[in-house]
Nanobody, 116 residues
Framework: QVQFTESGGGLVEPGESLKLSCTASGNTASINAIGWYRQAPGKRREQVAAIARDGFSIVQSSVEGRFTISRDNAKNTVYLQMNSLRPEDTAVYYC??????????WGQGTQVTVSS
């Protein structure tokens, strides 16, 4: 079992930045990639980015060039640096297994609201 704790969300204006943190605990050795996901009101949850233990990462095309994912393996923490935020980035952001997200791994998430 793995637990994920997300933090760093908030209310920002368009064009501003936020850095989200996701700390994993429990049987973290069972997971290679950790992914950031988001769910906007009325929409399906989608993967935004994911990063493997060796640092290989992928980023969804809609956020490429604006969002960067990184990880600190020693701290079991994955970060999502979000720049040039847009209103359409408004969502609850979660982390989970980046290869096979599990229903029992979803945490509370962190709310990101981009509005003027």
């Amino acid at each position: 079992q793995v637990q994920f704790t997300e933090s760093g969300g908030g209310l920002v204006e368009p064009g501003e930045s936020l850095k989200l943190s996701c700390t994993a605990s429990g049987n973290t050795a069972s997971i290679n990639a950790i992914g950031w996901y988001r769910q906007a009101p009325g929409k399906r949850r989608e993967q935004v980015a994911a990063i493997a233990r060796d640092g290989f990462s992928i980023v969804q095309s809609s956020v490429e060039g604006r969002f960067t994912i990184s990880r600190d393996n020693a701290k079991n923490t994955v970060y999502l640096q979000m720049n040039s935020l847009r209103p359409e980035d408004t969502a609850v952001y979660y982390c989970n297994d980046g290869d096979n997200p599990r229903a029992d791994y979803w945490g509370q998430g962190t709310q990101v609201t981009v509005s003027s």
